[in-house]
């Protein structure tokens, strides 16, 4: 918690040093210009007060509102670095250059800040109600050697970091469903951070699940919020609307019929781990080789050896929630996961990528066999809640014999 408080001392900092404190103007109105910026750096000291920063007992208005000035304040930071930048790279040239003091017109840095303060509060609340948009759905091609031709076409949609919650509710989530049965799935994928909230507040923000269809059904694994919001009540509960979570285990999903000519490898198998904080909670860690041991029927919980399955199935896909999986190396076709929120504005990708193992947003081949997907996500987190160039998404893989 420390670290979002300090963060948003130094937003706050930086915005009155560089937007305020250099501007020809009254001090009374530096005064008023900085203690607007301090009020919109205060989202997680009111969350802090009022009941946490996952579960806020506040109205969506309220945190709408909240996240929206702190996304313009980190707007504004982010333009001021590149407008001192610029005047720091003028100033440097101008020496090396020896231009006399006679030739050198200053910045209007009034305008020039209040262009700033402007597009940042524009672009902070239009990044911050975009959460509300269904997401468009984007479609990409799976192409695999050797695909079982009973797998061909074979439709998988992912959906990912819904955040169902304090702002996101379940008018939003029964907007999502629609669209993926739009998309006649074969398979929905969801990987973590279904919630922010309790299962007694939020229960039935959660029954459109029950309306997804897809034909081999909905599987699932635990993302981080899960855990910090009760997550064995929550997948009891997510279960019995019909999502099958697999913990460290694999299912495999047959397309064999009278005509298959290798019935065995007419089929998928998928491997699901749970997020890697749940170790925190006394909960498993993630294991790729432990989910390939642990073959779930599709409704029960037999465990058998799933070697010879992995071996046979044309197609491995594993769901884990986090991008940093693929440091165990997994054997796999495709790894679906989310968690990053695709960096949620353009500038801090890269940041969010360091902590990501370099990975951050779409798709990135592993290694020769393997591609890597890091969804954008379907919601987003409403204590980080602004999307500036970078889209929601639900998202649709289709399977096709590599040319």
């Given at each position: 918690?420390?670290?979002?408080?300090?963060?948003?001392?130094?937003?706050?900092?930086?915005?009155?040093?560089?937007?305020?404190?250099?501007?020809?103007?009254?001090?009374r109105?530096?005064?008023?210009?900085?203690?607007?910026?301090?009020?919109?750096?205060?989202?997680?000291?009111?969350?802090?007060?009022?009941?946490?920063?996952?579960?806020?007992?506040?109205?969506?208005?309220?945190?709408?509102?909240?996240?929206?000035?702190?996304?313009?304040?980190?707007?504004?930071?982010?333009?001021?670095?590149?407008?001192?930048?610029?005047?720091?790279?003028?100033?440097?040239?101008?020496?090396?250059?020896?231009?006399?003091?006679?030739?050198?017109?200053?910045?209007p840095?009034?305008?020039?800040?209040?262009?700033?303060?402007?597009?940042?509060?524009?672009?902070?609340?239009?990044g911050?109600?975009?959460?509300?948009?269904?997401?468009?759905?984007?479609?990409?091609?799976?192409?695999?050697?050797?695909?079982?031709?009973?797998?061909?076409?074979?439709?998988?949609?992912?959906?990912?970091?819904?955040?169902?919650g304090?702002?996101?509710?379940r008018?939003?989530?029964?907007?999502?469903?629609?669209?993926?049965?739009?998309?006649?799935?074969?398979?929905?994928?969801?990987?973590?951070?279904?919630?922010?909230?309790?299962?007694?507040?939020?229960?039935?923000?959660?029954?459109?699940?029950?309306?997804?269809?897809?034909?081999?059904?909905?599987?699932?694994?635990?993302?981080?919020?899960?855990?910090?919001?009760?997550?064995?009540?929550?997948?009891?509960?997510?279960?019995?609307?019909?999502?099958?979570?697999?913990?460290n285990?694999?299912?495999?999903?047959?397309?064999?019929n009278?005509?298959?000519?290798?019935?065995?490898?007419?089929?998928?198998?998928?491997?699901?781990?749970?997020?890697?904080?749940?170790?925190?909670?006394?909960?498993?860690?993630?294991?790729?080789?432990?989910?390939?041991?642990?073959?779930?029927?599709?409704?029960?919980?037999?465990?058998?050896?799933?070697?010879s399955?992995?071996?046979?199935?044309?197609?491995?896909?594993?769901?884990?929630?986090?991008?940093?999986i693929?440091?165990?190396n997994?054997?796999?076709?495709?790894?679906?996961?989310?968690?990053?929120?695709?960096?949620?504005?353009?500038?801090?990708?890269?940041?969010?990528?360091h902590?990501?193992?370099?990975?951050?947003?779409?798709?990135?081949?592993?290694?020769?066999?393997?591609?890597?997907?890091?969804?954008?996500?379907?919601?987003?987190?409403?204590?980080?809640?602004?999307?500036?160039?970078?889209?929601?998404?639900?998202?649709?893989?289709?399977?096709?014999?590599?040319?």
């Amino acid at each position: 918690m420390w670290v979002l408080f300090v963060s948003a001392l130094i937003f706050v900092v930086y915005a009155i040093a560089s937007l305020v404190v250099p501007v020809h103007m009254k001090m009374r109105t530096k005064i008023i210009c900085a203690l607007i910026i301090f009020l919109f750096g205060l989202k997680y000291f009111v969350y802090s007060q009022t009941g946490g920063v996952l579960e806020p007992r506040l109205s969506p208005t309220n945190i709408v509102i909240l996240e929206a000035t702190y996304s313009a304040l980190m707007l504004a930071v982010f333009l001021a670095i590149i407008k001192d930048l610029l005047l720091l790279g003028r100033t440097i040239y101008r020496a090396v250059r020896k231009v006399p003091s006679e030739q050198r017109r200053p910045w209007p840095l009034a305008r020039i800040n209040a262009v700033i303060a402007i597009v940042a509060l524009t672009t902070g609340v239009w990044g911050t109600l975009y959460q509300y948009k269904i997401p468009a759905v984007y479609t990409y091609p799976v192409a695999v050697e050797d695909l079982a031709p009973e797998l061909e076409g074979y439709k998988i949609v992912q959906i990912t970091d819904l955040h169902i919650g304090p702002i996101l509710k379940r008018d939003f989530l029964q907007g999502v469903v629609e669209r993926v049965n739009a998309e006649n799935p074969d398979l929905v994928v969801i990987t973590g951070d279904f919630v922010d909230g309790s299962v007694a507040n939020l229960k039935d923000e959660f029954l459109p699940l029950k309306d997804i269809k897809a034909k081999d059904g909905v599987l699932a694994v635990t993302g981080n919020h899960e855990y910090y919001s009760g997550v064995n009540s929550w997948v009891r509960t997510w279960e019995q609307m019909g999502v099958q979570f697999l913990k460290n285990e694999s299912v495999l999903i047959s397309r064999a019929n009278a005509e298959s000519k290798d019935p065995d490898r007419a089929a998928i198998l998928v491997s699901g781990v749970p997020d890697h904080h749940g170790a925190a909670f006394g909960e498993e860690d993630p294991d790729f080789e432990l989910a390939l041991r642990q073959l779930r029927a599709r409704f029960g919980h037999n465990e058998v050896p799933a070697v010879s399955a992995a071996a046979s199935a044309s197609f491995r896909l594993l769901m884990a929630h986090e991008p940093p999986i693929v440091t165990q190396n997994p054997e796999a076709d495709l790894i679906l996961t989310g968690h990053t929120h695709g960096g949620t504005m353009f500038f801090l990708q890269p940041l969010i990528a360091h902590f990501n193992a370099g990975y951050v947003s779409g798709m990135y081949q592993v290694n020769p066999r393997t591609k890597l997907y890091v969804s954008n996500g379907t919601g987003i987190w409403s204590g980080f809640s602004c999307r500036v160039l970078v889209p929601s998404e639900i998202t649709t893989f289709v399977l096709e014999v590599a040319k």
